[in-house]
């Protein structure tokens, strides 16, 4: 979809609400605007021009007429622009919250390429400082739009009806009111933006020192690091000097070009109702003096308001553009069709290859059977492709070349989902959620009860700890906070434990766990999985040996294979790992 | 002494004053611009005078009649002259305030950076784990800016707004006092119905930033978890939870919006009801005869109330947006201030050097030593006792959370202990600088983390005199030197930051290869060698102690290989020591120890 298309989709949805609102703004303005003509045709009622000299002769009644039929506008226009301004922000917010459910639905639909591409934060950024950008932006505009361009055709309207030869006038200055804004505004946004970077960079520098602050400590660093944030600082202190002052043009600016207009029209209106009498076409008398210095101001208020959000409008417009990048993303397509309707018992990857980008060899010619019931192991040194390994397998890419197939199907045929859900896996990376315990371990399976969980963590041995936490198995945890890598571990492991799936993988699931809860847990894995196939892949060999199954993998290809026993006879590559153990 | 942020905001007292007074001359000639459009109207229409219209008329007619045969437009030629200088000189004025502002806010907003960043720094790391990393950053960069608006507003709004409110007040009772007290009673109905809404929007919108912050964690865990929550197949309940949060998001949004939407329509019809009332009453001043409060308004009069009636209104409508700008800043400059009181902990007054140190003294005795993080708090460390030996090695073993960091914190002197001492070098080790005692050990932590720049800025860090060649020397020893040789650009490759650009055992090996630049008389491994494979583990060790035969060495590790062949091993659990020994004899005599040994090799075969 291209920009148009997708900005139209948004707002296609909220047809009533711009209807209505731009009925209620159009009420608004035209009770706002009558005002200062009503206010002018009273305050002519107070007298007449007799040559150059005004002769008070009251008109009560016109006067009474007028300031009532004014009351009644303003009442009306109050309660309108209420109704306009509540309409655009309902408006607003039912778009940031469609945007917002896309962009989710992207992420949770793009393929695991696309999100590994990227990086978390730019991704955190679009859901959400993009959107509230464009929420600022966009709709402002929107708002200032409607309602400034409607204003501007009213007062002109009004203005003419009053005085043509003043109105003319009134068109021709303001403009200028209007460029020397927009002028501020794109200078001092210039500035700003140079700011915000030079923030950000000394945001980076502190973050950097101060989350490493023992570090930076030991080494004696301190003063070092004290200058070169002083240095970057005094940076940031000569932008913002700029950039402050150069924002600080707009009112003054705004202010000078009105005085000056105010002049202009005031002094031209008494000159001309000074010359009124000889040149009637000039048409003028002090009330409409009066109603003409408030449309000054009110004709030019629509042009500040639009220039100074036109800063806004650009941010909103780069958000914009990336949101719909993201959204034109291909989601993953899942050309499976086929449902297993039984457990996965036998895969075999036959003549496989992967890598991840072109020209590169990550795995090539793959073939091997893993038959149910088996406990595989995969070791081997780093970037041997053993995670690649799972990611193919889980389907989290295609291979490139050759296939896997899961009961003799072909992966691909499969659906992803019923493809997944035979398997149960522990990552490397674990993963925690902003939640509760509780809540984090039944993301496996959410239907269990809270027994079942427990019973879990227990088998992962993480009861222990997790009764020592504050509030229990209620704790609330975060990414960021609460627990230690290896707790993390224990709890990913009893997610697991508490899906009981046909098949198990765990990519380095023990790497921060001591070697004796280690044992213990595999002691449970071992129970529990005794009519289950198993994919373990880790560093510590010993935690492997009874494997039935140990594939070395090196470069991509299984350099050897076979069962402990089997492969120390050999006395190869494991044979060298394997013993390095014990020098 | 104890720096405030008052104290940085005082040294620039004299911009405080400067500032507002070149602003207030703008300020007068705005409060007079509608008087001279007054006097003039009066003069070309009116034969009846006020006070205003015969001062400055007065004033208006000094300039001369150049056109004698029609003075009115003479008048008006003048005074519209009048009016236009004193707008370009206001501007002038305003424009030297508003650089004095930016200057000076910038200024204090930069020293008060400075300042906290080294109270940062200076800090042990008890008071910055009581702060938490997140407040200090968001207290150096957010708070701080926050502080710098509020000067920035101060010396540009602070004292205008409140003075065209209260000269605008002013004018018009000496116009008309009634008309006046018209005025006077609107400013504080203004005033409190934008107040109100506008405090209750902002207390609204606190709750609706922390809603928005449950939307940006959900969405940093989703992404974090992209492959487990495919894995689970728990996409559609992942957008349905996130859509629930958008709802609640939107109404609690929707909610203040309503409050805000109210703002413009009330100040709207107040304003204007004000004007009505104005002309109303100056109608019936004016019917001649039966004046209704005994004497007549100008036309002009009126005219010139209602233009100060929109000035008002709109500083009105300023000053609600400026309160809230200091309120906020209040609110930074205390949390500045809470950072800037703190004090270290770990006094580092201490300046001995035992110049006098003989091998025969121990390097390093634990006696008694117990620690604890909070204050009554349970013990995370109980009763230490343990000696090592000048260039004899120690290891540390024992499971996650018994207490192994906190032994190397206490030597780093990153905490103090709560009781027992510390001997270093035969002296208590508060006894000696922190930065010489810092000195003298290499620590490689546990998180093995780079700088950003390049991996000779990194080695620069450590040591700035280092050469080339000793640095070549320590990657060597750490078996980094092949992989940082492959680089093109060798030592100024670059590290981006937190060295992601690194495996986590090139890291590690880079990190071990930087403390060994700053010829360590003590060298820390905390867990620093988890990532290396078991060969590299043991190649690095074995260069270590042949090139540097009199290293004292502390290694903490969770491999028994890694320690195994220390002169001292401690084996902690709890935070206590349960066993301390060589290899062979805890083999024998602790059975937590040989338990986590044949958990790591079973030799049988």
């Avoid at chain 1, 609400?17 to 303005?29: G, K, T």
């Avoid at chain 2, 001062?55 to 004698?68: A, V």
């Avoid at chain 2, 065209?164 to 004018?171: D, M």
């Avoid at chain 2, 006098?356 to 117990?370: A, G, I, M, R, T």
Wanted: charged content about 20%; proline content about 2%; overall charge neutral.
């Amino acid at each position: 979809m291209d920009i148009k298309t997708r900005l139209f989709h948004y707002i296609k949805p909220q047809k009533k609400n711009i209807l209505f609102a731009s009925i209620s703004v159009i009420i608004f303005l035209i009770s706002q605007l009558l005002l200062p003509y009503l206010v002018g045709k009273s305050i002519n009622a107070f007298g007449e021009m007799d040559g150059t000299q005004f002769i008070v002769d009251i008109d009560l009644n016109t006067i009474v007429i007028n300031l009532t039929i004014a009351a009644a506008l303003c009442f009306i226009g109050a309660f309108f622009d209420f109704i306009f301004e509540y309409l655009v922000n309902i408006m607003s917010q039912n778009i940031v919250k469609a945007i917002r459910d896309d962009v989710y639905h992207k992420l949770n639909n793009a393929p695991i390429k696309t999100i590994d591409n990227m990086q978390s934060g730019d991704l955190v950024q679009l859901e959400i400082g993009d959107i509230e950008n464009i929420a600022n932006g966009f709709l402002s505009v929107f708002k200032q739009l409607i309602q400034g361009l409607l204003a501007i055709i009213i007062t002109i309207i009004l203005m003419f009806l009053v005085n043509w030869i003043l109105a003319i006038g009134v068109i021709v200055l303001t403009p200028l009111s209007f460029f020397v804004s927009k002028f501020v505004a794109t200078f001092s946004h210039k500035h700003f933006k140079k700011q915000a970077k030079l923030m950000s960079d000394l945001n980076a520098l502190s973050l950097e020192a101060i989350s490493d602050a023992d570090l930076v400590q030991s080494l004696g660093y301190e003063k070092e690091s004290i200058k070169a944030f002083q240095i970057q600082d005094e940076k940031l202190r000569e932008e913002g000097k700029v950039a402050q002052f150069s924002a600080s043009w707009t009112n003054p600016s705004t202010r000078l070009v009105n005085n000056t207009i105010y002049a202009i029209i005031g002094i031209a209106g008494i000159i001309m109702i000074l010359y009124t009498a000889s040149f009637p076409i000039l048409a003028m008398n002090i009330g409409n003096l009066t109603s003409f210095l408030s449309y000054t101001t009110e004709y030019t208020k629509p042009f500040n308001e639009i220039s100074s959000v036109m800063a806004e409008f650009e941010t909103a417009q780069f958000s914009f553009k990336r949101i719909n990048n993201f959204l034109n993303l291909q989601d993953d397509i899942d050309e499976g069709k086929i449902i297993l309707d039984e457990p996965i018992k036998e895969i075999s990857f036959e003549n496989m290859s992967f890598s991840y980008e072109k020209d590169q060899h990550l795995i090539e010619d793959f073939n091997q059977i893993i038959k149910n019931n088996e406990q595989v192991a995969i070791v081997g040194p780093t970037g041997a492709g053993k995670t690649t390994l799972i990611n193919v397998l889980m389907r989290f890419y295609d291979p490139v070349d050759g296939r896997i197939t899961y009961n003799g199907i072909d992966g691909k045929d499969i659906s992803k989902k019923s493809l997944r859900s035979n398997f149960g896996m522990v990552l490397q990376d674990t993963w925690i959620f902003t939640g509760t315990i509780l809540e984090n371990v039944r993301y496996a399976k959410p239907d269990s009860s809270d027994e079942d969980v427990i019973s879990a963590c227990k088998q992962a041995h993480a009861d222990t700890f997790i009764n020592t936490l504050p509030e229990g198995y209620n704790t609330l945890v975060s990414s960021k906070s609460g627990l230690s890598e290896g707790e993390r571990q224990l709890l990913t492991i009893a997610r697991v434990m508490l899906a009981k799936p046909n098949i198990i993988i765990l990519d380095e699931a023990t790497s921060n766990i001591d070697t004796r809860t280690e044992k213990q847990i595999s002691d449970a894995f071992d129970k529990m999985m005794e009519n289950h196939t198993s994919i373990v892949i880790a560093h510590r060999l010993s935690t492997i040996q009874n494997a039935s199954l140990i594939l070395v993998l090196k470069d991509g290809h299984i350099i050897e294979k076979g069962n402990h026993k089997n492969l120390m006879t050999k006395k190869g590559f494991y044979y060298d790992l394997y013993s390095s153990q014990f020098k | 002494m104890k720096l405030k942020t008052k104290d940085i905001i005082k040294k620039s007292w004299p911009y405080f004053i400067i500032g507002p007074a070149v602003k207030m001359i703008e300020a007068i000639f705005d409060l007079l611009i509608p008087l001279f459009m007054k006097a003039i109207i009066d003069l070309c229409f009116s034969s009846s005078n006020d006070i205003v219209t015969n001062s400055l008329g007065s004033f208006i007619k000094s300039f001369g009649t150049w056109i004698p045969n029609n003075p009115e437009l003479n008048y008006s030629i003048i005074g519209g002259f009048i009016i236009l200088i004193m707008g370009i000189t206001g501007f002038c004025t305003t424009m030297v305030c508003q650089y004095i502002a930016a200057k000076t806010a910038t200024a204090v907003g930069t020293e008060l950076r400075d300042n906290l960043y080294q109270k940062i720094l200076s800090l042990s790391k008890k008071e910055r784990e009581m702060m938490t990393e997140n407040k200090m950053l968001t207290i150096l960069n957010s708070d701080s800016y926050q502080v710098q608006q509020g000067v920035l507003f101060f010396i540009r709004l602070g004292i205008r707004a409140p003075f065209i409110i209260l000269g605008s007040l002013v004018i018009s009772f000496i116009l008309d006092y009634q008309i006046g007290l018209i005025f006077l009673a609107i400013i504080p109905i203004i005033l409190t119905i934008v107040f109100l809404v506008m405090m209750k929007s902002s207390k609204k919108y606190l709750e609706i930033q922390s809603k928005l912050d449950v939307l940006s964690n959900k969405t940093s865990d989703n992404i974090a978890g992209t492959r487990v929550v495919r894995a689970f197949n728990r996409q559609e309940y992942e957008e349905k939870s996130f859509k629930s949060h958008t709802a609640s998001y939107q109404k609690e949004a929707i909610r203040v919006g309503r409050l805000n939407s109210l703002i413009n329509p009330l100040t709207f019809a107040i304003v204007a009801i004000a004007t009505i009332a104005v002309v109303f009453i100056g109608g019936f001043s004016m019917n001649a005869g039966v004046s209704f409060f005994g004497y007549q308004l100008l036309p002009s009069t009126i005219i010139t109330l209602v233009s100060y009636l929109t000035q008002i209104f709109q500083t009105l409508v300023l000053l609600t947006n400026l309160i809230q700008i200091f309120t906020k800043s209040l609110v930074s400059m205390k949390r500045c201030d809470q950072l800037l009181q703190l004090e270290s902990s770990i006094k580092c007054d201490g300046t001995y050097i035992n110049k006098n140190y003989l091998f025969k003294q121990p390097y390093l005795v634990f006696n008694h030593v117990y620690l604890s993080y909070k204050e009554n708090g349970n013990y995370a460390l109980t009763d230490l006792n343990f000696t090592l030996n000048k260039g004899e090695s120690l290891g540390i073993i024992g499971p996650t959370g018994s207490g192994k960091s906190s032994i190397i914190k206490l030597i780093e002197r990153f905490l103090d202990a709560t009781e027992g001492t510390l001997l270093y070098k035969g002296q208590d080790i508060k006894n000696y600088s922190l930065k010489d005692l810092r000195k003298e050990i290499g620590y490689v932590p546990q998180k093995a983390n780079l700088f950003k720049g390049t991996i000779l800025s990194n080695f620069k860090m450590a040591d700035d005199e280092a050469s080339n060649q000793e640095i070549e020397k320590a990657l060597k020893i750490a078996k980094a030197h092949d992989f940082v040789k492959a680089y093109n650009d060798y030592l100024q490759h670059e590290v981006e930051e937190k060295g992601m650009n690194f495996s986590g055992g090139q890291r590690q090996r880079l990190t071990i290869a930087r403390a060994l630049i700053r010829k360590p008389e003590l060298l820390i491994l905390d867990d620093s060698t988890s990532a290396l494979d078991l060969l590299t583990d043991k190649e690095v060790r074995n260069n270590i102690s042949k090139s540097y035969p009199n290293l004292t060495k502390i290694i903490v590790s969770q491999r028994v290989s890694t320690i195994s062949d220390c002169d001292l091993i401690l084996v902690l659990e709890g935070g206590k020591i349960i066993a301390q020994g060589k290899h062979d004899e805890l083999l024998k005599t602790c059975k937590t120890y040989e338990e986590t040994y044949l958990s790591q090799a079973k030799r049988g075969d």
